[in-house]
């Protein structure tokens, strides 16, 4: 199991720039992929960004490319999510998870998410 703690949501502006971090803990080493994906009120969750745990291969919504960028620290097991340009639109919760499985896309280990809130 890994477990995985969010921090760095917040309130911001519209065009302000927010920075998340995920620290994983416990079976790191077993770790394919980050994610982070977000959940807005009354609408099902969707992928944000992702990145290699191991190489620097990183992949993001159309929604975010361009204004979100996904990078880690493996020294520190941390991965973040540097968001600026921010839109009302992005305001959600922000999870972030980790894939031990070898199924693509199927992520097995979740935080437990961290508020984003962009005001006009």
């Known amino acids: 199991q890994v477990q995985l703690v969010e921090s760095g949501g917040g309130l911001v502006q519209a065009g302000g720039s927010l920075r998340l971090s995920c620290a994983a803990s416990?079976?790191?080493?077993?770790?394919?992929?980050m994610g982070w994906f977000r959940q807005a009120p009354g609408k099902e969750r969707e992928f944000v960004a992702a990145?290699?745990?191991?190489?620097?291969?990183?992949s993001y919504a159309d929604s975010v490319r361009g204004r979100f960028t996904c990078a880690r620290d493996n020294a520190k097991n941390t991965v973040y999510l540097q968001m600026n340009s921010l839109k009302p639109e992005d305001t959600a919760v922000y999870y972030c998870?980790?894939?031990?499985?070898?199924?693509?896309?199927?992520?097995?280990?979740w935080g437990q998410g961290t508020q984003v809130t962009v005001s006009s």
């Open positions: 416990g079976r790191t080493n077993s770790i394919y992929t």
């Open positions: 998870a980790a894939r031990t499985s070898t199924i693509a896309g199927r992520y097995d280990n």
């Open positions: 990145i290699r745990w191991s190489e620097d291969s990183t």
